[in-house]
Structures are given as structure tokens and as C-alpha cells.
């Protein structure tokens, strides 16, 4: 199986940053997708950002040139740097990974989630 864990959320006023990381382990042979999602209250959790093993990326349009998504595959670790924070931003972001391990296929993972509180 495949634990992700989550740090770098917080509290953060408008306009500043934040650095999130989801390190990966397990017994893990190679992550293919790696992804953030963010669940505010009483909203669906959605699509932050997504990157694949060769370092295609992808961002929802409302973090699009705000946030930026990258991994060290060597560390089996990712990242989500977030600039220009605003109180929208506000959410639990979770770490996603589709990962193939040991004498299993590609499967889906998730973090437990780490807050990001966007507030002055």
C-alpha cells in the first residue's frame, strides 16, 4: 500500500504564500499521477492541480498562475507552492496519487488533508 502524508498548510493572510508537501510511501514501484485537491466547507472537493511522472501539469483555471505544482520522483515527493493566497483559497487540500506497488496495478491514493486557512 501507499501512505501519503501532508504538511506546509496553515494560517496565512491575503496575498501571502504557503508551501504544501505530500510525501509518499510504501512500498511503492512508480506514481504516475500525482494531484492536489482542496474541499472547502460545504463544497465538493475539487481538482487543484495535477502532474504526471514526466512533468506534464495541469491547474484549475481559478489557481492558474497563482499556484504551481512540481515532485521530486527520486523522493516520491510533491509539492503545491501557493502565492497571492486569498480567502477563497480556503480549504483542506489533500495530496492524490495514482501509484503501482508491489505485486498490485495502479491504484488510487489519498492523504488525511492538511489546512490552509486564508484569513486576516
Known amino acids: 500500500q501507499v501512505q501519503l502524508v501532508e504538511s506546509g498548510g496553515g494560517l496565512v493572510q491575503p496575498g501571502g504564500s504557503l508551501r504544501l508537501s505530500c510525501v509518499a510511501s510504501?512500498?511503492?514501484?512508480?506514481?504516475?499521477?500525482t494531484a492536489w485537491y482542496r474541499q472547502a466547507p460545504g463544497k465538493q472537493r475539487e481538482l487543484v492541480a495535477s502532474?504526471?511522472?514526466?512533468?506534464?501539469?495541469s491547474y484549475a483555471d481559478s489557481v492558474k498562475g497563482r499556484f504551481t505544482i512540481s515532485r521530486d520522483n527520486a523522493k516520491n515527493t510533491a509539492y503545491l507552492e501557493m502565492n497571492s493566497l486569498n480567502p477563497e483559497d480556503t480549504a483542506v487540500f489533500y495530496c492524490?496519487?495514482?501509484?503501482?506497488?508491489?505485486?498490485?496495478?495502479?491504484?488510487?491514493?489519498w492523504g488525511r488533508g492538511t489546512q490552509v486557512t486564508v484569513s486576516s
Open positions: 492524490n496519487v495514482i501509484a503501482a506497488v508491489s505485486g498490485l496495478g495502479f491504484r488510487n491514493y
Open positions: 510504501g512500498s511503492i514501484v512508480r506514481i504516475s499521477v
Open positions: 502532474i504526471t511522472s514526466s512533468g506534464e501539469t
